[in-house]
Nanobody
């Protein structure tokens, strides 16, 4: 079992920045995937970014503006979001997938609001 607790959401103006954090606890392993999804009202949940060992990937919509990083000593993944735009507004969910058997876990979500 893995538990995920997110923090760092909030409200910013267009062009502003926020940093999300997600602490993973429980049976975590080095090669497991940690990432972020988001879901805006009326839209499907979409992948924002993920990291696994030395690999990180981003959706095209956030590439160059968002940075995902992982602190293994703290079992924490961060999402630094810069140059936020109104279309980035959504509930952001932390995501964890185990390497050995592809079991997925989700955080409770944190709201990001961007005003123009």
């Amino acid at each position: 079992q893995v538990q995920l607790v997110e923090s760092g959401g909030g409200s910013v103006q267009s062009g502003g920045s926020l940093r999300l954090s997600c602490v993973a606890s429980g049976s975590t392993e080095h090669f497991d995937t940690l990432g972020w999804y988001r879901q805006a009202p009326g839209k499907q949940r979409e992948l924002v970014a993920f990291t696994r060992a030395a690999e990180s990937k981003y959706s095209d919509s956030v590439k160059g503006r968002f940075t995902i990083s992982r602190d293994y000593s703290k079992n924490t993944v961060y999402l630094q979001m810069n140059t936020l735009q109104p279309e980035d507004a959504a509930v952001y969910y932390c995501y964890y997938k185990t390497f050995l058997n592809n079991i997925e876990y989700w955080g409770q979500g944190t709201q990001v609001t961007v005003s123009s």
